[in-house]
């Protein structure tokens, strides 16, 4: 046993016989599809705004490149991996091939961590938009039924968190062909209405709102750069696909740096227009983008702003489902969770018990669990596993028994990973304690599962 034990690494020839049952039909425009339908949420509409008012002015769109650019750095080590070695599992895979058992599990748990929140959060926040969207058509719910479990406050469940979670499972447990269709077409939707956003706001822009550029200075600018770094992850999700993409030496990179770079223009076409139509000391309220388009009287597009971030959120949770199912698939594959988890089914070349599963723990927590004060840990989760990918790629390069210069490369190696990984620590740095706190009890939790059940039915056991 001992540490040469849990350090163990598992090998890339088994993950590739494992993973040979998935069926491989995503293209690069899939990859980019789902990366961009987990990175875009209704952040685009109220995070220029709020940042602006705030800590940037104007000069939040400098705010959102500065923050694409160290964003930019573990996106090119992901590609490198995703490109390398294409396995199922993302971050989780690629520590137990790299850097041993231990480490994979670590990550893996900091992955569920933040794919189970994040996906809980947005079902909870789509019940209450869709609550008001109804409205808006004379549809009021009952409030019973409209919350999480709160008697005091007259709420016993979010209906619509619960089911919009069974209906996106639903389409995934279809095929992961139908489920990208219906994907790429919301995507579309909500890119079109972004840009019709961006286009009926130009004729409203006044330059004058622009100045001060920076009203809070270079400080202010970068301040609202680490704030709004959050606003780009998601597109490590798009790793967790490679086991099903056709040529992934060439789509995974396309798809991960894709992603980021339209996420990039997107928000800063947002920022621009918005800051040029309102003055950005009143940007700071709950729906800055809505309020510019009332100002100028524009008051048809709210509704369609409104669609627009209900379709958000959906293309957010179809990803962050599908990876999460991908996820516990790996851990059962290895023997860490229990393995009817790592099933395939092979009529549809999806892992049927992990979705099933997964669905279940999301929607328990999205319907009945109040979780404003968990979303931070979503950002460690992510952070964590950032910065092992990052320093990750430094071991890669050094162990002859993976390939190596067979997909992407990152530029600039070894500076760009350290560059990477440090960058992740300091954003790591700038979390709340009651953040480090809570996640240090999580990943106290994971280590015992580990230990009490992980290591003894591993399948490198079976290898000893």
């Not at 950005?280 to 729906?287: E, H, I, R």
Request: net charge positive.
């Amino acid at each position: 046993m001992g540490l040469a034990r849990i350090f163990r690494r598992e090998n890339l020839d088994n993950y590739l016989k494992s993973d040979q049952h998935f069926a491989k039909t995503m293209s690069a425009k899939d990859l980019m599809s789902l990366g961009i339908g987990a990175v875009i949420g209704t952040g685009i509409f109220i995070l220029p705004g709020t940042i602006a008012a705030q800590y940037s002015g104007p000069g939040i769109v400098l705010s959102f490149l500065l923050a694409a650019v160290v964003c930019s750095t573990a996106a090119m080590c992901y590609a490198e991996f995703a490109s390398v070695l294409p396995v199922a599992g993302s971050a989780y895979s690629y520590g137990n091939l790299v850097f041993g058992e231990i480490i994979g599990w670590i990550l893996g748990w900091a992955l569920i961590l933040e794919y189970v929140l994040a996906v809980a959060a947005v079902a909870n926040a789509f019940g209450a938009y869709f609550k008001s969207f109804l409205a808006g058509f004379g549809v009021n719910l009952p409030t019973a039924i409209t919350g999480p479990y709160d008697p005091s406050h007259g709420t016993y469940g979010n209906i619509i968190a619960i089911l919009v979670v069974f209906l996106i499972s639903w389409l995934l447990n279809r095929g992961v062909r139908e489920s990208m269709r219906i994907n790429n077409a919301i995507v579309i939707v909500k890119i079109a209405i972004i840009i019709l956003f961006v286009v009926v706001g130009i004729f409203y822009v006044k330059p004058a709102n622009w100045q001060p550029f920076a009203p809070f200075g270079s400080k202010g600018i970068l301040r609202g750069a680490s704030t709004v770094f959050f606003a780009y992850l998601g597109f490590d999700v798009v790793s967790a696909s490679a086991a099903e993409v056709k040529n992934p030496k060439r789509n995974m990179p396309i798809g991960i740096i894709g992603t980021l770079i339209v996420a990039t223009v997107l928000y800063m076409m947002v920022a621009i227009v918005l800051t040029g139509m309102v003055h950005y000391t009143k940007l700071n309220v709950a729906d800055p983008v809505a309020l510019a388009l009332t100002l100028v009287h524009q008051n048809w597009t709210s509704g369609i702003i409104s669609l627009g971030a209900l379709a958000g959120m959906f293309t957010m949770m179809v990803t962050m489902i599908y990876s999460s199912s991908r996820l516990i698939y790996s851990v059962g594959r290895d023997g860490l969770l229990p393995k009817f988890l790592g099933k395939i089914d092979h009529q549809t070349g999806t892992p049927k018990h992990s979705l099933a599963v997964i669905t279940v723990v999301i929607a328990v927590l999205g319907g009945f669990v109040p979780l404003a004060q968990l979303t931070n840990l979503v950002n460690i989760g992510t952070l964590v596993a950032f910065l092992f990918v990052s320093f990750g790629i430094i071991r890669l390069r050094h162990l002859d028994n993976l390939p190596h210069n067979t997909g992407f490369q990152v530029p600039f190696y070894p500076v760009l990973p350290i560059v990477s990984g440090l960058l992740c620590f300091y954003m790591m740095l700038q979390l709340p304690a009651e953040t480090w706190i809570a996640s240090s009890i999580w990943f106290a939790l994971g280590l015992i599962i580990y230990f009490s059940y992980g290591l003894r039915h591993s399948r490198l056991n079976d290898q000893a």
